[in-house]
Each structure stands twice: as C-alpha cells, then as structure tokens.
C-alpha cells in the first residue's frame, strides 16, 4: 500500500542540523495497522508527515498504491502515477494525494468556530457535491462514529474523545484508504483513549483501511498494531510483527519499551536502588516465554529436576494479536553448576534467557 | 429643552448648524479611511502570515517589503506624516485639505497599525489546524479563508474595534491640519474662542462614540468565540 524507500529529513535550526528521518524505508501493506513507535524527537513525527508531504523529504521516495510514486530529490518533488511518466509534482496531485490519506492528530485540530456538521463537511465543501449529498454523507459518517446527536454542537462542548471521533469523521471524508494517526490517542483519558482505538480496529475491520499509527505508548501498540517500526534518531531500528518484536526486541530502545510497558522493567530500578536481590547469592534471570510453551509448568519442573529454588519475582503475561506473552524475573538459587544446568533446559524449550546479574 | 440645553452649552446651541457638519466630517472621514484600512489591512496582514519562514506561501522578498514599510509607517508620529504626505496626498485626490484630504493620511496611519493587529490575530490561529486543513488537500487560498480568517474572526474583530477607536483619535488630529470634523471644532470654535461647552461637548461626544464601537466590539467577539456569529442547525431527520 505505502512503500517508503530511503528517505531522508533534515532541519537546519540555528546553525546545526537535525536529521529527523535518516534513510527509512518501511513497506506497509493494504490492511495493516501499522505502529511507528519511538520517543518523542526520534522522527516519527517527521516521517508520517512525509507520507503525505506535509513535510517534504529531502530525498528519496514513496510509493502509494493506486496513485502512483513520488520521488524527492534536492528539494524537488517528482511524480510518477501508474502507469505513467516521470514528471514534476503538481499541486493538483498533491490535492488527489492527500484526499486519499485521510489524518489526525493529538490535539484534534477541528476548527472550534465550526459545528460538528461543518467540520465534517471541510473537506466535502467546494468539490462539486450538492448540498444534499454533503448532508447525507456527513451524517453517514457520524453513524460511523456513534455520534448523531452531535451533529450542531460546537467542539468546546465536546469531550477529547469524541473529538477525536469527528476528527476521525472527518479524515474520512473523502473516502480515503489510508488513515494517519498522530498521537491521536495521547491527549485522552485511558477510557477515551480504548475506545478511539477500538473504533481504528473497526474501521480497519470494516472499510479495509491502512492505518499508520504513531505513538510513545507501547500499550497503544499491543493494543491494535499488526506491524511495528521502532524509531530512534531518525532511524528505524527495529521493524516486524508486532508479536516478533515484542517477544524477542532485538534493539535497546525496544527493550525498553517493552520493559516500561509489561512491567518487568521494574527489577531494574530495583537493583538500581540496591534492594538486596542478590544478597542471598544467586543467578538472577530473565525468561520470555512465547506461544509455544506457555502453557507448560517449566518452572516446576526445572526446580525439581536440577534441584534449585526459582524465585519468581516479577511476572507477567499479555495478549498480543490473541497470542500470549509471558514473562518472568526470576532468581535462581542452587550450586552454581545445578543453575547452569537449568538454564540451559530452559534454553532448550524455547524458553528466552537472558542472565541479568550472578549474585 | 431647548432653553435648558442653551442654557448649559448657549456657544454649542450657538454653533449648531456648524457643530453638526463637523460631527458629519468626523463621520466621513471615519467610514470612508475605516473601509480602506479595513481592506488593505486585512490583505497586508494576511501576506505578512503567509510570506512568513514557515507560512504556508513562505516569500521571504515579500515578506521583508511588506514588514518594513509597515515598520516605517508606523513609527512616524502621525502629526509629521500630515505634513510629510501632502504631496502624495496632492498627486492622488488634488487636495491636500478637508476631509478629501485627511483619507490619504488617515489610511497610511491606520493601515499599519490594523496590519500588526490583523497579523497578531491570525497568529493565534493553531498551526495545527492549518496543517490539518493542508491534510485534506486545502490549497492556499482555502487555508487562508476557510481556517486563518474563519478561525480569527473574535480576534479580528478585537482588532478592528481598537483599530476604529485609535482611528478616532487620528481623524481628530487630522482636524488640526485643516481637514474639518470635530478636531478643528473643539479648537477652532471652542479653544481659540475660549467656549468650554464647545470643548466639554467634543468630549462627550466622542467618548460615546467610542463607547458605542467598544461596546458594539466587546458583544460581537465574545458572541463569535467558539461559535459562528449565526448559528444554522443541521435536522438529522
């Protein structure tokens, strides 16, 4: 669907330059929710935006499917439809561009002098539809998004959350195949911010639509993604399935992430602030255990075979895309031998082990 | 009424015939440089957004030009630019005095002045939404009607009340010069004449005026903020 080859961003911003996208290329496909994740600064903003050249790429190229490639070089921007030639990007493409990729954002953006209903007909208004047909699709599309009895209020007598749902009305306006989704759930309470994105899945479920998603919290991630790109410094770092990713984060910054979100970065600070863990001696350990073996009673029968006492100390266990995650932090107390022993039956169920500290 | 009104002010009543033309000169004057200040403000202060680093049609030729003759203008007392554009004023209406003659300088006063005001307003208009706006293909023109004018109208109209107010003030001035209205009144008949009531009654008078703008533009921003001035609702039968 958004094929995106090499692309480069940079700022000049007092004397130094920043490169807020350093060769991306990322291949998000027709139907995917796709998660772009990093902390703020890492590019992710940037990047999004240069799918539907709010910003424009230094270089590089994207490729949209059904409308064609657009490829940027030195600061000029060339297009490329399907089946056609090279030529150099004008306003009107951008136009059609940018009307097939609907987007929203943090902060909502709806214009607060407007209704509901005008808002949602911004982008039907002076293109050639009749009154009558701007009316019913609006209110087609506030069936879409639960909110009919809404039709004439103003935004300042909304909720964040159904703001953000006429915004979503809004960007799909037109019909669009693709929706970009800027921190679109981070301005809302937790319970705004679930049902925003169970609505996302819908559309996606519903209407086939490409989300691209961006965003700092990993939960929203887990939550909806089907795919996911780790950014830091402009650099995509990490990409895949989102279950891949999270079961074995290969970069540090995905660690990370993962760690803040299962909780199990918590024993960090716990041996940051020397709590006395290890005072007993001791292997402490790591185990990420995915959909194969979740479901047996390893630590049990480690304990009993090898003879060592395995001291659970943080646990946790999460669906994602209907698959269970499990992981542990455990301290693994016995002779040193016995301990080697277990972790190398732990290894061998496909059990993830990562030592953290020997004691 | 008419013998208590002679009595408090028997130079006004006196001077009545005159005292209105003058309420009418100031009145001219007022209407016809508001409606020129009204438009080439509103365009200046629109360009100086949208030539500015980042605008959406970043000129930065435009942008310094625009600037700078707005800075010039500006800080020019405005009694030396009487004087300074008579020529000017000369070549464009053939006069240089009555109310025929202040327009030229009336206009290059406020102008600037509602410029800096409109651009302040448009400013407070989210970048976001202009960028939501360039999102749904909004083209330039769109963005500026449809998002920067749409959206700033309360602040727009804030401006346009301060700029009417300090615009009084300008045509008074522009009295002093030869151009008529209630300026010259209050110091022809009324200082030079040694007639308090002439000057006490100048006084009220334009402190109404000005009231009534200040009111008239205190209701109608507040009733613009966060709604349309005429709300039109939409039947979901």
Known sequence: MIEIKELYKSFDTAGTTVHAVENVSLDIEAGDVYGIVGYSGAGKSTLVRCINLLERPDSGSIRVEGFGTIRCARGSAFCTPEGGAEQPLSEKQLKTLRRDMGMIFQHFNLLDRSTVFDNIAYPLKHSGRSRAEIKARVLELLDLVELRDKINAYPSQLSGGQKQRVAIARALANNPRILLSDEATSALDPDATESILRLLQDLNRKLNLTIVLITHEMAVVKAICGKVAVMENGRVVEQGNVYDVFSEPQANITRKFVDSSSGLGRINKLIDQHANVLSGGGTLIRLTYNKDCVGESLISEVSRRFGVNMNILLGSLELLQGSPLGGLIVLVEGSMDARREAIAFLCEHNVIVEVIEHG | ?237
């Open chain 2, 1 to 237: 009424m008419a013998e208590w009104l002679a009595s408090i002010m028997p130079n006004v009543v006196d001077y009545g015939g005159k005292f209105w033309s003058s309420c009418q000169a100031t009145m001219q004057m007022f209407l016809i440089a508001g409606g020129f200040t009204l438009v080439f403000g509103s365009i200046f202060g629109v360009l100086l957004t949208v030539t500015k680093k980042g605008g959406i049609a970043e000129n930065r030729f435009l942008y310094v030009l625009v600037n700078t003759v707005t800075n010039v203008f500006r800080s020019i007392p405005f009694v030396i630019l009487l004087i300074f554009l008579i020529p000017l004023t000369r070549a464009i209406v053939g006069t240089a005095i009555g109310v025929k003659g202040a327009i030229v300088p009336l206009v290059f006063g406020a102008v600037p002045f509602f410029t800096r005001q409109v651009e302040a307003a448009l400013a407070n208009v989210s970048p976001g939404k202009v960028e939501a706006a360039a999102s749904m293909g909004s083209g330039k023109l769109g963005i500026i009607f449809r998002v920067y004018l749409h959206e700033a109208v309360p602040d727009l109209i804030r401006a346009v009340t301060i700029t009417a107010i300090s615009l009084i003030g300008l045509t008074t001035m522009a009295g002093a010069v030869g151009a008529g209205g209630i300026g010259s009144f209050a110091i022809n008949y009324g200082q030079n004449l040694h007639h308090q009531d002439i000057v006490n009654v100048c006084v009220v008078v334009l402190l109404l005026f000005v009231s009534v703008i200040q009111g008239l533009g205190n209701y109608l921003s507040r009733r613009t903020t966060n709604r349309s001035l005429f709300q039109h609702k939409v039947e979901t039968k």
